[in-house]
Nanobody
Framework: QVQLVESGGGLVQAGGSLRLSCAAS????????MGWFRQAPGKEREFVAA????????YYANSVKGRFTISRDNGKNMVYLQMNSLQPEDTAVYYC???????????????WGQGTQVTVSS
């Protein structure tokens, strides 16, 4: 079992930045592929970014590539999402997720956090 707790959401103006954090506990963190997803009002949840066990490989949705950066600290059981050049369309609840498999392109995650709200004003 893995518990995930997100933090760092909030209200920011367009063009601004936020850094989301996700604290993991339970199973060996360094064995988990970690991802971030988001869900905007009235829309389905969508993939944002993923990072491999070691942190050497990352994968991003086209909509955030070049603006968002996912990273992890296995010593602290933490994963981060640095979000720059935020736009109103980035407004959503952001979720941290974990999976046992190695593929970064699979969206089949086993564990989910409760989410943190990110609101970008124009």
């Amino acid at each position: 079992q893995v518990q995930l707790v997100e933090s760092g959401g909030g209200l920011v103006q367009a063009g601004g930045s936020l850094r989301l954090s996700c604290a993991a506990s339970g199973r060996t963190f360094s064995r988990l592929t970690m991802g971030w997803f988001r869900q905007a009002p009235g829309k389905e949840r969508e993939f944002v970014a993923a990072i491999s066990w070691s942190g050497d490989s990352t994968y991003y949705a086209n909509s955030v590539k070049g603006r968002f950066t996912i990273s992890r600290d296995n010593g602290k059981n933490m994963v981060y999402l640095q979000m720059n050049s935020l736009q109103p369309e980035d407004t959503a609840v952001y979720y941290c997720a974990a999976r046992s498999g190695a593929s970064l392109r699979s969206f089949n995650y086993d564990y989910w956090g409760q989410g943190t709200q990110v609101t970008v004003s124009s």
